[in-house]
């Protein structure tokens, strides 16, 4: 069974930092993609960023030049380093493995809680 663990979550005011953690287990790691979404209060539950097997990133327009997603492909983890922020980043933080094989299907963390005061 896949199971991914989310921690980094906290309290912090607009212009800080935090860094976000994605422990994966029961899945070969560097070869599904993985994800970072968010989902705010009464709100979908959006992209964030996005990095494949392969290292290639994405990121969606709101956080580029302030978030960075990352593997440590020895830890089983993936990080989203989260700087400059904003009140708009206020959300709970999910981290998604997206699985091939031998299916297709996407598997989420529990979810973290990310608030940032003005």
């Known amino acids: 069974q896949v199971r991914l663990v989310e921690s980094g979550g906290g309290l912090v ?3 800080g930092s935090l860094r976000l953690s994605c422990a994966v287990s029961g899945a070969i ?6 994800g970072w979404y968010r989902q705010a209060p009464g709100k979908q539950r959006d992209l964030v960023a996005y990095i494949t097997g392969g290292g290639v ?3 969606t327009d709101s ?3 302030r978030f960075t997603i990352s593997r ?3 830890e089983n983890t993936v990080y989203l ?3 400059s922020l904003a009140p708009e980043d206020t959300a709970v933080y999910y981290c998604s493995c997206h699985i091939t094989w031998p299916y297709k299907t996407v598997v989420w963390g ?3 809680q990310v608030t940032v005061s003005s």
């Open 13 to 15: 005011q607009a212009g």
């Open 29 to 34: 790691f560097s070869l599904n993609d993985m």
């Open 57 to 59: 990133t994405n990121y």
């Open 63 to 65: 956080v580029k030049g």
């Open 72 to 74: 440590d492909v020895a």
């Open 81 to 83: 380093q989260m700087d």
């Open 110 to 112: 529990q979810g973290t």
